[in-house]
């Protein structure tokens, strides 16, 4: 009998344990996950009318995080210059939307990447004048472009060095999409490049500025936008798609791309 009562209170004492270490599980904070953006509308946008960061990365980041609790996404606020010495120096782990052929490919960071989740591109544009058409793209390089600090164009070989990008081309660099687009339209330089999302929300709340705008059908890269992570990080970049996929099958997903100007990616759940 008294091996009996050993036996059923060490039945208990382990029944108890598993009770409690699944509370504690069930009651675990859960793990930080950190973003990493910079200026890329429609992505993400800082500080326009004195607001907080904004874009399909943070709506999508708010979206993830409804959805699951074993991740907490933050943004974590980088530029496009400094985004690789802060990914290596472990300020961030993630970037939503990035292209391992922005730079990072050249500066040998080992990264985790995911299968496409949106594609995009980048146009020319020009002032609209009486007998210019859109054969006068075949020179544009010729001319004075505006162009974003930091980013990486087909046009200049991906290069990311703005030395080197205003020694082969006559460039002013600027922030943001809507600096292009306003230096454009002043006329103080012929020709700029900007992100095909941006421009179409742009000229849908300025339609006057639709009439005033040649845009080339001539592209200067394609986006094919991924998940980077950091290798070995939990979640990995197959697992945030996942998520992605989740969102997806339930609906979730096309009508938040949709909004910012984007064609919905094709996702599958393994």
């Not at 391992?100 to 990447?113: K, M, N, T, Y």
Request: glycine fraction near 8%; hydrophobic fraction near 45%.
């Amino acid at each position: 009998m008294h091996r009996l009562m050993m036996m059923l209170a060490a039945a208990v004492i382990t029944v108890a344990g598993v009770l409690a270490q699944a509370a504690l599980a069930a009651g675990a904070e859960p793990k930080i996950v950190r973003v990493g953006g910079y200026q890329f509308a429609p992505y993400v946008s800082f500080g326009e009318g004195g607001t907080g960061p904004h874009g399909l990365t943070v709506e999508l980041i708010a979206l993830l995080n409804q959805i699951q609790d074993k991740w907490r996404f933050e943004l974590v606020p980088t530029t496009p210059l400094r985004r690789y010495d802060d990914f290596a120096r472990g300020r961030f782990d993630v970037m939503f939307f990035e292209m391992a052929g922005w730079g990072w490919s050249r500066r040998d960071i080992p990264l985790d990447v995911s299968d496409t989740i949106a594609t995009d591109r980048e146009v020319f544009i020009a002032q609209l004048y009486a007998g210019r058409d859109k054969s006068w793209f075949a020179g544009v390089k010729a001319t004075k472009i505006a162009a974003i600090l930091g980013y990486h164009y087909a046009f200049a070989d991906f290069a990311g060095d703005p030395d080197e990008m205003r020694r082969r081309f006559d460039l002013v660099l600027v922030n943001d999409n809507a600096a292009v687009i306003e230096l454009v339209l002043l006329g103080r330089v012929e020709a700029g490049v900007v992100t095909q999302s941006f421009l179409s929300r742009y000229l849908a709340d300025r339609p006057n500025d639709l009439a005033r705008l040649l845009v080339s059908d001539q592209v200067d890269q394609l986006y094919d936008l991924r998940v980077l992570t950091r290798p070995g990080l939990d979640p990995d970049a197959a697992a945030i798609r996942g998520l992605l996929a989740r969102l997806d099958r339930d609906g979730r997903l096309a009508p938040l791309w949709h909004a910012y100007g984007l064609d919905p990616a094709t996702f599958r759940e393994d």
